[in-house]
């Protein structure tokens, strides 16, 4: 089955999809991890190919690689490529071990209480009806059923944007701010014409 066209297609998107989300997570550089998550939403629009569903395909592109990403590049750029997380590395490193742990079970939990379920009781797959996946479906889902998860996505990218700006300006303002030298001492403190650039004036005298 993998030696076939639509086997290595599916190989190259799956493998697309989990190297980028590799990168995604494990990369140090903001950049870097903003472009595997880039290579997965491409790999997932590849799929939906396979699945010959193209709206969402072209759906998966737009949106997410054409606006959400580059959101990211955005306030990757606003914060800066090196910024860190303020309550210090020995906090940030224990908040991604109790994710990874409760990540972990809550996985575990549900696996637990579905599989029996799914034995018992199996779900097939059944032919999709007319019209599935459609512009005019998706649409009218959007618009009914997924409308407040859609506001919801949309206020959390606008909080997202938000506090990276404050934390961006809160960056800025704590920076010390160097005093600049008046203007006259700075005409006066070194030579004034540039025939004296050789020569400058020492201090304590007078021309």
């Known amino acids: ?4 066209i639509g086997g290595i297609y599916f190989s190259v998107c799956a493998i697309a999809c989990l190297v980028g989300a590799l990168i995604t997570v494990l990369a140090r550089n903001p950049i870097r991890g903003a472009l595997g998550l880039l290579t997965t939403i491409v790999g997932i629009a590849g799929l939906f190919l396979l699945l010959r569903a193209q709206f969402m395909a072209a759906i998966q592109l737009i949106v997410y690689a054409g606006a959400v990403v580059v959101l990211f590049v955005f306030v990757i750029l606003l914060l800066g490529a090196d910024a860190h997380d303020p309550t210090g590395p020995g906090k940030a490193k224990l908040v991604r071990v109790a994710g990874g742990v409760l990540l972990s079970a809550s996985v575990g939990v549900a696996g637990y209480l579905v599989a029996p379920e799914l034995a018992e009781h199996p779900m097939p797959f059944v032919a ?4 599935h996946g459609s512009v005019a479906a998706v649409g009218s889902l959007l618009f009914t059923e997924g409308l407040v998860p859609f506001e ?7 909080v997202a944007v938000v506090g990276a700006i404050a934390l961006a300006r809160g960056r800025s303002e704590n920076k010390a701010v160097v005093a600049e030298p008046h203007a006259t001492l700075r005409l006066f403190h070194g030579p004034v014409h540039s025939r004296d650039a050789g020569y400058p004036l020492p201090k304590g005298t007078d021309r």
């Open 128 to 131: 999709a009806p007319a019209g």
């Open 152 to 158: 919801l996505a949309t206020a959390l990218l606008i």
């Open 1 to 4: 089955m993998m030696t076939t």
